[in-house]
């Protein structure tokens, strides 16, 4: 009976353990979400009072590295659009009439989620495999950033082995300094085809007290045009809501 439970539990593991780390990563960034697609996400940002403030996103992908996401709640950041090209960032302000540089380690939300999270492209496109660790219910993908432009230094990436997608992930500073970690929840079918977590939280060491929630809805498939993802068309996205 145990070699029978071994032997299953072998199967089960097989489709994981036939792909190495780079391969992994791949099938994370596609199983988390479509190359191309739009959604809706909330982000409540949750202070050490118990006070909460909330922001609601209209998000659009292109592509591993091409992404707009225009601000629809509070009405105070109404109208609002962020731009993200590669480790390029603005920040469109309607009020202004023109775009501003932002970096990745921002926030544009005073959230803990910096511009880097809430505005994140493939980890494939930022990230090598640098090791895989095989636990019991996990692998543990050992990442280590392309460039000194992306938000964080390395990550540590704990992946469900049977549904391939993120459970947990440890941002590290080049120091060395853990910087946050996230934690994904509720596995949900969007679906087309699209089953993920439709809860990521945050917290920080280096921000104690304080708690972020984003919640994924809407998600689906969508190609956009080229020139949706340039500084001209910014003061246009809000037309492509349907």
């Known amino acids: 009976m145990k070699k029978l439970l071994y032997l299953a539990l072998c199967l089960l593991a097989l489709p994981a353990m036939a792909l190495d780390g780079t391969q992994i990563l791949q099938q994370v ?3 988390l979400e479509p190359e191309s697609y739009e959604s809706y996400r909330k982000l409540i940002d949750i202070q050490p009072d118990g006070s909460q403030k909330e922001s609601v996103l209209y998000t659009m992908k292109k592509g591993r590295d091409k992404v707009v996401a225009l601000f629809l709640l509070p009405p105070s950041d109404k109208g609002r659009v ?7 960032m603005w920040l469109y302000m309607p009020d202004v009439g023109r775009a501003i540089r932002i970096t990745s380690l921002q926030s544009v939300t005073g959230s803990v989620f910096n511009n880097a999270d ?3 492209i493939d980890y494939g496109a930022e ?3 640098e090791s895989l660790d095989e636990q019991k219910d996990a692998l543990v993908l050992s990442l280590k950033a392309k460039t000194g432009e992306i938000a964080y230094d390395r990550l540590k990436m704990w992946v469900d082995r049977q549904l391939l997608l993120p459970v ?3 941002c590290y500073a080049a120091s060395g300094l853990l910087i946050k970690t996230l934690r994904f929840k509720d596995v949900k079918d969007f679906g087309g085809g699209i089953k993920r977590p439709a809860t990521l939280e945050t917290d920080s060491p280096l921000q104690k007290g304080y708690k972020s929630v984003m919640l994924w809805s809407g998600l689906k498939k969508r190609e956009f045009p080229d020139e949706i993802f340039t500084l001209n068309y910014l003061p246009r996205v809000q037309e492509l809501r349907k």
């Open 29 to 31: 960034d596609r199983n």
């Open 82 to 88: 962020t731009l993200r090209l590669e480790e390029n």
């Open 118 to 120: 809430i505005m994140r």
């Open 127 to 129: 990230y090598n495999v």
């Open 168 to 170: 947990t992930i440890e």
